[in-house]
């Protein structure tokens, strides 16, 4: 395998060469994974998914999404691309996920995988990437899958705590409750972990085949270890269109249909929830303001209905203008790309808080975790800068050196009328699904 991991801005030495074509409905994206390194972000059964690596951009620091950018634009500087398609996905891709904190040793990761299928409503379509090597026949799907293995299962699972134990979360919350009844700030999201523990190393795609059969109209993601199904899109960039689906306001479901009718009922006019929505929505309107001709943000949220809980949700979209002033797309005259809008909608209120900078001193203050890429963007972006961004929520990570311990993370955002029990509960209702996406029953 042709691998680059580079710290540093270097030009790639050889060009990608890269060719899309169109291929017959190969049925379920996610069944196409390898067990090593998949690659994924599909929603609906629509979306992408990719495995082998040809590039590898690692960055941490603040800059670090400015820095990713760069080097994806160093890779594509003298690529070779034949797109018979021409869709957006097709052409050359990259995945990524990055840390919460810029000063997370976490950093961030991009992935230019070595083949991506991906599909858009009744099309299908393959891309080959290389380095420098020539265009040369249609690229076989068999052949792509030929050693793809059967999916194990993890075995008998245990949890145990993570950084902050169950029980003591409340007194978490109640001290974040007091911060904003204090002044100190509006709204803080706080988030804890729990370790799950497998007889088994994990195979990724037990995860994400359970993910994506039980919350289909969530986006089931995979990179570089990091595995969840997130409900959250932080930014959509296709063709001058920008679309970011904003949650904030929870409540459990119960299981029973006509009870959920009534509790979606209660979300709706529920002034503690609409408070923690109405910060979150303006965070995101405010931050696509500068980049945009012209927005439509919704008077008011919709209750978007989830097998484990119901959320407020809002659909903020936008027209891009050609450039925010003082950005780098501002000297070239170009629209900023998605990693762009995501780095500068990160983070939204929904996943840290309002102000943001203290804010987020009071998650580090209180949590007594690193987050690593937990709550952090993570999607694609091709060449032309369009992609889709989600944000790490209700994921796991894998552990590096050893597969069979995963870490769960859930968060709940805080404001003044927060309970800490309801609080607990509400973790729990959001650890369920990768709960259940581990168990092997």
């Known amino acids: 395998m ?26 379920t994206l996610l069944d196409l994974l390898p067990v090593d390194a998949p ?5 609906r059964g629509d979306g992408l998914v990719g495995w082998g690596e040809v590039l590898r951009f690692e960055v941490t620091g603040p800059d670090r999404f400015r820095a990713a950018e760069s080097r994806w634009h160093d890779a594509l500087a003298h690529a070779v691309v034949r797109d018979e398609v021409d869709l957006p996905g097709t052409g050359p891709v990259a995945f990524a996920s990055f840390a919460f904190d810029e000063g997370s040793p976490a950093g961030g990761v991009v992935i230019v995988p070595r083949v991506v299928v991906g599909r858009r409503g009744a099309t299908t379509w393959m891309t080959t990437i290389d380095l420098g090597a020539r265009i040369g026949t249609v690229p076989s799907l068999d052949a792509a899958v030929r050693d793809r293995t059967p999916v194990a299962a993890p075995g008998a699972v ?65 990179v570089d270890g990091l595995l969840g199904a997130t409900p959250e899109l932080l ?19 119960t299981g029973d249909d006509h009870a959920d009718l009534a509790r979606a ?18 965070s995101v309107a405010d931050a696509l303001a500068p980049f945009c001709s012209s927005t439509n943000v919704p008077d008011v949220p919709f209750v978007l209905h ?23 797309a501002a000297l070239t005259g170009l629209a900023p790309s998605s990693l762009a809008l995501a780095a500068a909608l990160h983070p939204t209120a929904a996943v840290c808080g309002t102000p943001t900078p203290v804010a987020r001193a009071l ?17 694609w972006f091709g060449a032309d800068g369009d992609g889709e961004w989600g944000i790490a929520l209700r994921c796991a990570e894998v552990d590096p050196d050893n597969a069979r311990r995963i870490r769960l993370f859930a968060g709940c955002g805080i404001v003044a009328a927060s309970d800490p029990a309801s609080e607990l509960a509400e973790s729990e209702a959001k650890l369920e699904p990768m709960r259940h996406a581990l168990a092997s029953d």
């Open 39 to 43: 690659l994924a972000w599909v929603r």
């Open 158 to 222: 245990t949890f145990t705590d993570g950084a902050v134990p169950a029980d003591r979360w409340p007194d978490v919350i109640a001290r974040g409750v007091a911060a904003i009844r204090a002044g100190e700030v509006d709204k803080v999201v706080l988030a804890r972990d729990v370790i799950a523990h497998t007889t088994h190393p994990l195979d990724p795609r037990w995860v994400l085949d359970r993910l994506g059969d039980d919350y289909p109209s969530c986006w089931t993601f995979s």
């Open 306 to 328: 989830l097998p484990n809980v119901l959320h407020l949700a809002s659909d903020v979209t936008g027209v891009l203008s050609s450039a925010h002033p003082g950005s780098d």
């Open 363 to 379: 998650i580090a203050r209180l949590e007594g975790m690193e987050r690593g890429r937990y709550a952090g963007p993570v999607g």
């Open 2 to 27: 042709s691998t680059l991991q580079t710290q540093d801005a270097d030009a790639v030495p050889q060009p990608l060469v890269v060719r899309t074509v169109a291929i017959d409905d190969p049925g």
């Open 235 to 253: 930014v959509r960039s296709e063709k001058g269109l920008v679309t970011s689906r904003v949650l904030a306001g929870t409540i459990r479901r």
């Open 265 to 282: 009922a209660i979300l709706a006019h529920s002034s503690k929830d609409l408070e923690e929505h109405e910060y979150a929505v303006s």
